[in-house]
């Protein structure tokens, strides 16, 4: 895995939440896509290519919906006590974009990251932390919620990297979908069921009709972290390209329904073309939303690929 890149979870086992820092090297470059219609975001504005700043002190992904951005402001706090941070004339500045998904409706929803849990997570961050399922931001995530809270399965966070001679591009996931999970064939690994088998199994034509659900309560959140040489303008662009992996994983994907969101965050090391670096992107992303399904486990009553395959 990466070894510039510094990763650390608070996981909330108990009531079903979490949030994920990603400690990035200084001077990354970093942009964000939303695909999905109801995101959760703060600071993603500035990440938008025609905005001054370029780089980031950190990223946050966390649970506990809107609540859970205050986790990002627990982020800065410490950071800020570390001089990490944009230089201004009156002090340090840190830059801490953060992403969130719906999970209140897991375990208890009265319980959301936030100051607090946000320090702690930053200060659990390492290099080669990249562990995976019920874990952090994917705490409290599940999949498969097309057919209703009741039939849905574990979702939870998943890691994939990708290399390419030196070019190196590893997926962060956050896989709290509306849709199923599939793998390369079309099977389904983890989505609605009921009693253990999957509803959209010989009709896949049932996950388009009207969701039994509310607005903001799906999201797949996304971090690509790559040593690539990118503009930010390229940035923004790998960030959309990692769409694709997740709507060749997840059916439906990127719905009104879903808050999905990328971000790329690049430390510049390598040089190499964006049709390339897209390419192995879009591969990771994909590893990476299987790898988050097959790694959960089943919580609260909700089944897992590890309890129903």
């Known amino acids: 895995m990466l070894k510039t890149f510094k990763v650390g979870h608070y996981t909330d086992s108990k009531n079903g939440t979490g949030c994920s820092v990603i400690l990035p090297p200084a001077k990354v470059v970093c942009s964000a896509y939303a695909m ?7 600071e993603y504005a500035l990440l938008q290519p025609d905005k001054k700043i370029e780089s980031i002190s950190a990223l946050v992904l966390t649970g506990g919906s809107a609540f859970g951005l205050n986790a990002a402001s627990g982020v800065v706090e410490e950071l800020e006590s570390q001089n990490i941070g944009y230089q201004t004339n009156f002090g340090i500045v840190p830059i801490v974009p953060s992403a969130v998904i719906f999970d209140l409706n897991i375990g208890n929803g009265a319980i959301r990251p936030g100051v607090q849990e946000g320090k702690l997570a930053l200060n659990n961050a390492r290099f080669d932390n990249y562990q995976s399922g019920n874990i952090g931001a994917g705490t409290g995530a599940t999949v498969g919620k097309w057919s209703g809270l009741d039939n849905a399965m574990k979702g939870g966070l998943g890691v994939a990297q990708i290399e390419h001679g030196t070019l190196k591009a ?3 996931l956050v896989v709290n979908s509306v849709g199923d999970v599939i793998d390369n064939n079309g099977r389904i690994l ?120």
């Open 36 to 42: 999905g219609a109801s995101p959760g975001t703060r």
């Open 170 to 172: 590893c997926a962060v």
């Open 190 to 309: 983890a989505g609605a069921q009921i009693n253990g088998k999957f509803v959209a199994e010989n009709d896949h034509k049932k996950r388009w009709g009207e969701p039994v659900l509310g607005l903001v309560e799906n999201t797949v959140l996304c971090a690509v972290l790559t040593n690539a040489v990118l503009s930010k303008q390229q940035a923004n662009y790998l960030a959309g390209r990692a769409h694709f992996g997740i709507s060749r994983r997840i059916i439906p994907s990127h719905t009104s329904y879903d808050g999905d969101v990328s971000f790329v965050l690049a430390s510049g090391e390598v040089e190499t073309t964006i049709d390339i670096l897209s390419a192995i992107t879009i591969e990771a992303v994909e590893q990476a939303v299987i790898n988050a399904v097959k790694n959960a486990e089943s919580v609260f009553g909700i089944p897992s690929y590890k309890t129903i395959s």
